[in-house]
């Protein structure tokens, strides 16, 4: 049972928005900011989305993050066949531990 | 670039021990965290703790403490992750990973290729 709380899957045709949502608590969400790490088939974690809503460089601007209270949301507009992948949150707790959300596996139709 | 490398795939016995490592390059290693996660087959992220490599200052999960030791030899660059007697449920692929940040916020970035840990009879 993870900390944080994602959709286990989703799924978008080519060209459709697709949100992921992300529910924590007061004592992670709620007083940290929350990162996002794409993970492709057979690949390493990659930080797609950190500090709620920055892009690292070369990350495509169709990739947004936002955070509100005790949840947050990955946002992929303009969606393409290599979105193909699992998506993780995760934040830092009171505690100084890290918590990453379940994943949520992401399917282009 | 900054990089992160890790050791290759191990196969174990149960009960044995091992030591994985993770070398970075391309940045003042003990100027920052290196975490190490741990994903089993087709599960998730689970963080397993951190280690600051300029003093060895380690923080783990209270899910691993004790389970595995943590350390970092900064004369090389390399991290480590170390079991002292492998269960069958240690079988995963770990990652390590180094913490960045803004000085506020906190981040893994970037994260190492992975080493896939086998441990059966």
């Known amino acids: 049972q993870s900390v944080l709380t994602q959709p286990p899957s989703a799924s978008g045709t080519p060209g459709q928005r697709v949100t992921i949502s992300c529910s924590g608590s007061s004592s992670n969400i709620g007083s940290n900011t929350v990162n996002w790490y794409q993970q492709l088939p057979g690949t390493a974690p990659k930080l797609l989305i950190y500090?709620?809503?920055q892009r690292p460089s070369g990350v495509p601007d169709r990739f947004s993050g936002s955070k509100s209270g005790t949840s947050a949301s990955l946002a992929i507009s303009g969606l393409q066949s290599e979105d193909e992948a699992d998506y993780y949150c995760?934040?830092?707790?009171?505690?100084?531990?890290?918590?990453f959300g379940g994943g949520t596996k992401l399917t282009v139709l | 670039e900054v990089q992160l490398v890790q050791s290759g795939a191990e196969v174990k016995k149960p009960g044995e021990s091992l030591k994985i490592s993770c070398k970075g390059s391309?940045?003042?290693?003990?100027?920052?965290?290196i975490g190490w996660v741990r994903q089993m087959p087709g599960k998730g992220l689970e963080w397993m703790g951190i280690?600051?490599?300029?003093?060895?200052?380690?923080r783990y999960s209270p899910s691993f403490q004790g389970q595995v030791t943590i350390s970092a030899d900064k004369s090389i660059s390399t991290a480590y992750l170390q079991w002292s007697s492998l269960k069958a449920s240690d079988t995963a692929m770990y990652y390590c990973?180094?913490?960045?940040?803004?000085?506020?916020?906190?981040?893994?970035?970037?994260w190492g290729q992975g080493t896939l840990v086998t441990v059966s009879s």
């Open positions: 391309g940045y003042s290693f003990t100027s920052y965290w």
């Open positions: 990973a180094r913490l960045s940040s803004n000085g506020i916020n906190y981040w893994f970035d970037p």
């Open positions: 995760a934040a830092w707790d009171d505690s100084l531990n890290a918590v």
């Open positions: 500090s709620n809503n």
């Open positions: 280690i600051y490599p300029g003093d060895s200052d380690t």
